[in-house]
Every structure is written in structure tokens, then in C-alpha cells.
């Protein structure tokens, strides 16, 4: 008898499930990566309509470092648009499972990854709303991700009286 992957009744469902950062692929099989790749390779070299139009828009924009890459692989999950440096994934809603959407989207955030949706039949209205909806999305994400990133300032007290150096820093001059 041949397996196939099913999803359980929500009732028999737990949360989402927890992402392993191990080995290749996240603890996956090494034959299952394979197909999630190929499939996404397949997926960038036709893309649909929505995807397109969205890709275009970022394309002609100047995001300098923060590139978005098609299609990407995380874990097990092939997301639309995905920006490593700022744990950024872009998502277009086709009207595919939600249930599975929902998961996926619990399981990405569990890693510190930002999932964002938009509807591709909005995508495919105005583009160009579309992309500078995600361009305000990237600035709010590095924004978080800088105050995140910045050591606290030394707090003082209430008198006033600035807080003691310790003998092994050197004063700046």
C-alpha cells in the first residue's frame, strides 16, 4: 500500500508543528528536499499570473540588499517571496488550503520569520499597490529588526549620578 500525506480532522490537530533546524533540510528526508526543490524549480520556471505581476513591481524597485528570492524553500513549505536578511516571507492567497496556511504561517513565525498575505486577485487588480504595500512591510520589518538588534543604553538613576565605569574601560577622549 502506497502512503500519502494526508491532514487530520482540526479537532485531532495540536498547534503547529515545530521546525527543526537540523542537518540539509530541517529534519526532513534528503529524497523529500529533493522533490520540494524540484517542485519550486517548476514553480519559478511558470509562474502564475499574480506571482508575475508582484515579481515585475519588486523587480523595478531599488531594495538594494534586501533582495526577494521566488519561490524559496523553508523547511518544507515553498513560500511565494522570501527575504533571508529580513526574515521576511511574502505570500500570495490563491484560495488553496487555509487550514494548511495557517500552519505553515505559526510554524515559519515560531523561527522568527514574518509571513505576510496578500490576495492574488488584488495582486492582479494593482501590482503596483500590491508592491508598495510590501515595500512599507520590509521598512516596518528592518525598523523591528534594528531595535531588536541595539544594545540598551544604561539606565540611571534617580538622583541623576551617572552609572560607575568600571577601572578596565578606557575613557573617550
Do not use: N
Amino acid at each position: 500500500m502506497k502512503k500519502t500525506l494526508t491532514l487530520r480532522p482540526v479537532g485531532e490537530r495540536a498547534e503547529a508543528p515545530k521546525i527543526q533546524k537540523k542537518g540539509r533540510g530541517w529534519a526532513i528526508s534528503g529524497s523529500r528536499l529533493d522533490a520540494i526543490h524540484d517542485m519550486a524549480r517548476q514553480l519559478r520556471r511558470e509562474p502564475d499570473e499574480a506571482h508575475l505581476a508582484l515579481a515585475e513591481e519588486l523587480a523595478k524597485e531599488d531594495l538594494g540588499k534586501y533582495k526577494f528570492k521566488r519561490y524559496a524553500v523553508i523547511g518544507s513549505a515553498i513560500v511565494d517571496f522570501a527575504s533571508q536578511s529580513l526574515k521576511l516571507v511574502v505570500a500570495l492567497d490563491r484560495g488553496d488550503a487555509p487550514e494548511l496556511e495557517r500552519r505553515r504561517d505559526a510554524s515559519l513565525a515560531e523561527v522568527g520569520i514574518k509571513v505576510i498575505r496578500y490576495d492574488a486577485a488584488e495582486v492582479l487588480g494593482d501590482p503596483e499597490g500590491a508592491c508598495a504595500a510590501v515595500l512599507r512591510e520590509m521598512k516596518a520589518r528592518y525598523d523591528e529588526l534594528r531595535a531588536a538588534s541595539r544594545p540598551s543604553r544604561p539606565s540611571y538613576s534617580r538622583s541623576g549620578a551617572r552609572p560607575q565605569r568600571s577601572p578596565h574601560t578606557r575613557a573617550r577622549d
